[in-house]
């Protein structure tokens, strides 16, 4: 199976900060590496699919990089409504995986 | 509109057995493959499974936590997935979503349903 770790497991930040999280696979997983944003009790939400691709209709400050085995998400400019977890995932092979997430929380 | 609806989520004791559904509308069901995941309590995301369609050959795939208890089934004719969960166990407790996607990644996603095994 095919291991992602996110880093940091959690962070600070506050309103405007440009945020950096980070997603290794142990294994290349090319481009196939998706982001997800998560708020408590609600589904997770794509921003971010084969590695670099926006989601229709989210927010162009989520930025997406890196192929092989070292992923980044960025968020440009924090707003309130980013204060979520996020999680990284590779369907490049099954049993497709998860990161453990990162949650952003306000400092 | 896309809509995934799922339902049968209870408690139920270790060893025992639940069907979760999930009803899709507005897409074309038999065109997309699905997928179950779930999220234990405070924790990440965990993928369990999914359905290729028909058209792909109809190959299922499991999570090694779940394959020989799990089983999940599509109806195209009533655009609906399932999930039989047997031989529950506690760690399967989890709320379950079903997912799918038209590109890469999955877009759509219902709103969960609580399965809860503990005696």
């Known amino acids: 199976d095919i291991q992602m770790t996110q880093s940091p497991s959690s962070l600070s930040a506050s309103v405007g900060d440009r945020v950096t999280i980070t997603c290794g696979a142990s294994q290349s997983v090319r481009s196939f590496l998706h982001w997800y944003q998560q708020k408590p009790g609600k589904a997770p939400k794509l921003l971010i699919y084969d590695a670099v691709t926006l989601e229709s209709g989210v927010s162009s400050r989520f930025s997406g990089s890196g192929s092989g085995t070292d992923f980044t998400l960025t968020i440009s400019g924090l707003q309130p409504d980013d204060f979520a977890t996020y999680f990284c995932?590779?369907?490049?092979?099954?049993?497709?995986?998860f990161g453990g997430g990162t949650k952003v929380e306000t400092k | 509109e896309v809509q995934l609806v799922e339902s049968g989520g209870d408690l139920v004791k270790p060893g025992g057995s639940l069907r979760l559904s999930c009803a899709a509308s507005g897409f074309t069901f038999s065109n997309v493959w699905m997928t179950w995941v779930r999220q234990a309590p405070g924790k990440g995301l965990e993928w369990v499974g999914r359905i290729k369609r028909e058209i792909d050959g109809g190959t299922i795939d499991y999570a090694a936590p779940v394959k020989g208890r799990f089983t999940i089934s599509r109806d195209d004719s009533k655009n609906t997935l399932h999930l039989q969960m047997n031989s529950l166990k506690t760690e399967d407790t989890a709320v379950y979503y079903c997912?799918?996607?038209?590109?890469?990644?999955?877009?759509?996603w219902g709103q969960g349903t609580l399965v809860t095994v503990s005696s």
């Open positions: 997912t799918t996607g038209f590109q890469n990644g999955y877009s759509y």
């Open positions: 995932q590779q369907s490049y092979s099954t049993p497709l995986t």
